[in-house]
C-alpha cells in the first residue's frame, strides 16, 4: 500500500491532475468513441484543449443554426495516449489504496 501513496504523491499537484482528469476523460471518449456534446460545464474543458492544440474544431450549418465539432488533433496522439495512460494508473493505484478500506 506505501507504493501507492508515494505514486500519488509524485503526481502532478492534486489541483492540477484533478482538474485535468476531465480533459482526459473528454480525450479518451474522442478517441475511442467520439461524442456529441451539448453547452454545459463541458465547454471550458473543449475551449482550453483546442487553445492547447490538443483538440481542433470547425463549424457547420444545420437547419441555420451553427454547429461547432471537436476532434482530436492526430498529431497530439502520443499525447493523449500518455494522459489517458497516466490516469488508468492513478485510478489503478486509487483503487489499491481504497480497496482495504471498503
Request: hydrophobic share 40%.
Amino acid at each position: 500500500m506505501h507504493r501507492e501513496i508515494m505514486y500519488i504523491a509524485n503526481m502532478k499537484s492534486s489541483k492540477d491532475f484533478l482538474s485535468g482528469t476531465l480533459q482526459t476523460i473528454i480525450l479518451a471518449l474522442l478517441k475511442e468513441h467520439g461524442i456529441q456534446l451539448t453547452e454545459g460545464a463541458i465547454y471550458p474543458a473543449l475551449h482550453k484543449l483546442e487553445k492547447q492544440g490538443v483538440l481542433v474544431s470547425s463549424k457547420e450549418k444545420v437547419n441555420g443554426r451553427t454547429r461547432k465539432y471537436y476532434e482530436l488533433n492526430r498529431e497530439s496522439m502520443p499525447e493523449v495516449n500518455e494522459e489517458i495512460q497516466m490516469l488508468l494508473r492513478f485510478s489503478q493505484h486509487l483503487k489499491n489504496l481504497l480497496k482495504p478500506a471498503l
